[in-house]
Structure formats: C-alpha cells, structure tokens
C-alpha cells in the first residue's frame, strides 16, 4: 500500500483498483450524487468500433455554413488571398526544382528564347496569370500590416480597405500584363 501512496495514485484509484468486486470483467461502475449504477461493456475490434462511429457520424447534423450565408465581402477575398499565396508558392518551389534538376537546361537564356518564341496572346496570358495573384497577394499582405497596426478594424474600414485591396489588384494586373 505505500508504493501506491509513492506513486501518487489517490485514495478513489486505490478503491477501484484494489476492491475485487469492481473488477469484474466488461463492466463499468458509475458513480453520481444518488447512488451507483453497473453498466456491461463489450470489448469490440477495432473494425468494428469504426463502424459503429461512422454511422453516428451519418446520423450527425451537417452544418449549413455554406448553404445558407451570403458571400461576404471579406471571405471571399480572404479566400482568394489564400489561393494566390499557395499558387505564388507552389509556382516559386517549382520554379526552384526544375532549376534543380536541369540547371543546364533551364537557365535564363533557353527560358527567355523559349517566351520570345511564343504568340503574343500566350505571353500576355502568361503576364496576367502571374501578375492577378501576386497583385492580390502584395496589397492585401499591406492590408494585413494596416491591420497589424491597428488601423482599418471598424467594419466600414475592413470593407473599405477591401474595395481598395480589389481596385489596387485590379489596376496593378492591368498594368503589370499589358505594360
């Protein structure tokens, strides 16, 4: 019993540990303010456990989140705020790797030979696909460090700045691809 009391272990453990009449196999005392109540569990593989949480898991209410609200302004940009980082990230590390693998190949003399020789609607479709993303990415990242420093958080300067962060995007990807 002192070895229990080293450990740490509490006096409502050692009850339950060490009385023989708990322990029975497969099943579980509960204890409330009233009284105690024997419950039999059943020991299931872990196959079989899955399936019982996965038809709780159908009979679970759906949230309706995106069925029932309105875009919002701010979602939506903050949506494609997201999708231009991870494009602009994906486009840098592949950038980076192809580099990697054929440094010969790849360099900036066979790459600007290769767009020099492309029609012009491919080079201006190439300008706009990079330019909307980083466009968007660059003002709403000052956007964000406005609101790090604690200007635009009424709701009328979010969706000001929201507008503004669209307009600036937009004038910027015009400029970037057709200038």
Do not use: C
């Not at 196999?25 to 109540?37: D, E, F, H, P, S």
């Amino acid at each position: 019993m002192m070895s229990i009391k080293v450990l740490g272990l509490g006096p409502t453990f050692r009850r339950a540990a060490l009385n023989p009449r708990l322990a029975l196999r497969n099943q579980v005392v509960l204890r409330n303010g009233i009284g105690r109540r024997l419950i039999q569990t059943e020991s299931l593989s872990p196959s079989a456990s899955e399936g019982i949480l996965n038809k709780q898991r159908l009979s679970r209410p759906m949230s309706p989140h995106l069925t029932i609200y309105q875009p919002q302004l701010t979602s939506v940009v903050s949506i494609f705020n997201r999708f231009a980082g991870a494009g602009l990230g994906v486009l840098l590390y592949g950038f980076g790797l192809a580099y990697l693998v054929a440094p010969t190949t790849f360099d900036s003399v066979h790459l600007l030979t290769f767009i020099h020789e492309l029609p012009e609607v491919v080079k201006l479709g190439g300008k706009f696909i990079l330019a909307a993303p980083f466009s968007l990415h660059f003002f709403n990242g000052l956007r964000h460090l406005a609101w790090d420093a604690g200007k635009l958080m009424s709701l009328k300067g979010v969706y000001t700045g929201g507008y503004v962060v669209l307009g600036a995007a937009t004038a910027s990807t015009v400029y970037l691809t057709f200038f």
